[in-house]
């Protein structure tokens, strides 16, 4: 550890070397200056970032006078990085396009035919694709599948992050790799060779921290990861002085994408016409109006009395249809109190049955009440007859409209009625407490 002071302006630095594979030095201006410099070494390549010119040149010298030291002025690459800069434009590239030409070229995909998405839709990854015998095993490993899974994810980790999902799909196998495999590994490398000049580019614009996630299914997880790092981000943000603005409540605007189904929502018609031109510009998409119906769901709108409704009326009668109960007796219940369902017997449709005379209901969504969360919860007791198990449910309401509800079976036998609706409290609790910080 080497500790600069400087009297003159009470700068006092502090730097910190880390003796390991990987060189790091930090220096920081123990004033709290956002414009504090951070110094990073790989092997004898130091790496300096900071605001102020002179405290850097000051530091450089310091660093001299104990360290064997070459000035190579304003860095140019870094970790096999090609570092662009377009001061005009207040821009600052990082670039992999020389790294990817000696991975294509190792692999002997420097002319392979282009593709223009990272990874094929027909390719369905499975350990059923992977080899069984010892001779189909032998021969795939003399094929350098995981060296080349290797490179990608170097790739992906530094400039590309728009192979990170097909990376990430490829590295489940690299243990017992297929055919099927290999070729998904060659169409991210061809992927590649079409977007070899693609590049992180980095804009002198406002500090505002935005953020993106998708999945297969299970939303709430993604949404979950992806929050805690956007709480990561903007902390670290914070930390180096760029503290994020607050953003207006009308200035969000909400897009739903379900396979080539999008909604749009936002307070102000303004904001969604512009960002409809905008995705005009880039994707072929056609404009149908105000939305009526969204997977599935009907959307009604009553504008004298500020109400929306989500309705499932079309497709329960589709399903009634289907299933020959179009004609049934109605019932007011979900489940009858005399129905205890059991292992023993055999698999019906009783809860598609139950709902024959339910196809009018919707959730409806309103304005005219004050914007609180309000929640209910209950449980029954021992219902599950095999397991003795209970079944717990909550329902949430925001300003009157439902937006969350849950009825589950619990991993545990409760010892009394008492325990039972505790446990149906604590989830609902958990609900409320994610609801209240959304």
């Given at each position: 550890?080497?500790?600069?002071?400087?009297?003159?302006?009470?700068?006092e630095?502090?730097?910190?070397?880390?003796k390991?594979?990987?060189?790091?030095?930090?220096?920081k201006?123990?004033s709290?200056?956002?414009?504090?410099?951070i110094?990073?070494?790989?092997?004898?390549?130091p790496?300096?970032?900071?605001?102020?010119?002179?405290?850097?040149?000051?530091?450089?010298r310091?660093?001299?006078?104990?360290?064997?030291?070459?000035?190579?002025?304003?860095?140019?690459?870094?970790?096999?990085?090609?570092?662009?800069?377009?001061?005009?434009?207040?821009?600052?590239?990082?670039?992999?396009e020389?790294?990817?030409?000696?991975?294509?070229?190792r692999f002997?995909?420097?002319?392979?035919?282009?593709?223009?998405?990272?990874?094929a839709?027909?390719?369905?990854?499975?350990?059923?694709?992977?080899?069984?015998?010892?001779?189909?095993?032998?021969?795939?490993?003399?094929?350098?599948?995981?060296?080349?899974v290797?490179?990608?994810?170097?790739a992906?980790?530094c400039?590309?992050?728009?192979i990170?999902?097909?990376v990430?799909?490829?590295?489940?196998?690299?243990?017992?790799?297929?055919?099927?495999?290999?070729?998904?590994?060659?169409?991210?490398?061809?992927?590649?060779?079409?977007t070899?000049?693609d590049?992180l580019c980095f804009?002198?614009f406002?500090?505002?921290?935005?953020?993106?996630?998708?999945?297969?299914?299970?939303?709430?997880?993604?949404?979950?990861?992806?929050?805690?790092?956007?709480?990561?981000?903007?902390?670290?943000?914070?930390?180096?002085?760029?503290n994020?603005?607050?953003?207006?409540?009308d200035?969000?605007?909400?897009?739903?994408?379900?396979?080539?189904?999008m909604?749009?929502?936002a307070?102000?018609?303004?904001?969604?016409?512009?960002?409809?031109?905008?995705?005009?510009?880039?994707?072929?998409?056609?404009?149908?109006?105000?939305?009526?119906k969204?997977?599935?769901m009907?959307?009604?709108?009553?504008?004298?009395?500020?109400?929306?409704?989500?309705?499932?009326?079309?497709?329960i009668?589709?399903?009634?249809?289907?299933?020959?109960?179009?004609?049934?007796?109605?019932?007011?219940?979900?489940?009858?109190?005399?129905?205890?369902?059991?292992?023993?017997?055999?698999?019906?449709?009783?809860?598609?049955?139950?709902?024959?005379?339910?196809?009018?209901?919707?959730?409806?969504?309103?304005?005219d009440?004050?914007?609180?969360?309000?929640?209910?919860?209950?449980?029954?007791?021992?219902?599950?007859?095999?397991?003795?198990r209970?079944m717990?449910?909550?329902?949430?309401?925001?300003?009157?409209?439902?937006?969350?509800?849950?009825?589950?079976?619990?991993?545990?036998?409760?010892?009394?009625?008492?325990?039972?609706e505790?446990?149906?409290?604590?989830?609902?609790?958990?609900?409320g407490?994610?609801?209240k910080?959304?």
């Amino acid at each position: 550890m080497v500790n600069i002071t400087n009297h003159g302006d009470s700068h006092e630095v502090e730097v910190v070397v880390r003796k390991s594979a990987c060189h790091i030095l930090f220096a920081k201006a123990s004033s709290g200056d956002p414009s504090q410099d951070i110094v990073r070494t790989k092997n004898c390549g130091p790496l300096y970032d900071g605001q102020d010119k002179e405290l850097i040149a000051r530091l450089k010298r310091d660093l001299s006078k104990s360290f064997d030291m070459k000035d190579l002025g304003p860095a140019q690459q870094i970790l096999g990085m090609k570092i662009v800069r377009e001061k005009t434009k207040r821009m600052l590239k990082l670039s992999l396009e020389k790294y990817i030409e000696r991975v294509l070229e190792r692999f002997n995909m420097k002319s392979a035919q282009y593709v223009s998405t990272p990874l094929a839709s027909y390719l369905k990854l499975s350990k059923q694709m992977c080899p069984t015998t010892n001779e189909e095993k032998e021969g795939m490993n003399k094929i350098p599948s995981s060296s080349a899974v290797g490179s990608l994810m170097y790739a992906m980790v530094c400039t590309r992050p728009n192979i990170a999902y097909a990376v990430g799909v490829v590295s489940r196998f690299l243990e017992n790799h297929g055919k099927e495999h290999r070729e998904a590994v060659k169409w991210i490398l061809r992927y590649l060779r079409e977007t070899i000049r693609d590049c992180l580019c980095f804009e002198g614009f406002d500090p505002i921290l935005k953020g993106y996630t998708d999945v297969d299914m299970a939303d709430y997880i993604a949404a979950t990861e992806a929050g805690k790092e956007m709480v990561w981000l903007k902390r670290f943000l914070q930390e180096l002085g760029l503290n994020q603005k607050e953003l207006k409540d009308d200035s969000f605007i909400y897009l739903v994408l379900y396979v080539d189904d999008m909604l749009i929502a936002a307070k102000k018609k303004y904001d969604i016409q512009k960002l409809k031109g905008l995705l005009s510009a880039e994707f072929e998409m056609k404009d149908l109006e105000a939305a009526r119906k969204i997977l599935g769901m009907e959307i009604i709108r009553d504008r004298e009395r500020r109400k929306l409704f989500l309705s499932q009326r079309s497709y329960i009668q589709k399903v009634l249809a289907r299933f020959g109960m179009s004609s049934s007796k109605p019932i007011d219940t979900p489940s009858a109190a005399n129905i205890h369902l059991t292992a023993m017997f055999a698999p019906q449709s009783e809860e598609e049955k139950e709902y024959i005379g339910t196809s009018d209901v919707g959730i409806i969504n309103g304005g005219d009440t004050q914007c609180l969360v309000t929640g209910y919860s209950d449980s029954d007791y021992a219902g599950d007859v095999d397991t003795r198990r209970l079944m717990t449910g909550y329902v949430f309401t925001l300003g009157g409209s439902v937006v969350s509800w849950k009825a589950t079976l619990q991993p545990t036998v409760t010892l009394s009625t008492t325990e039972a609706e505790y446990m149906a409290l604590t989830e609902a609790a958990k609900e409320g407490i994610w609801l209240k910080g959304l």
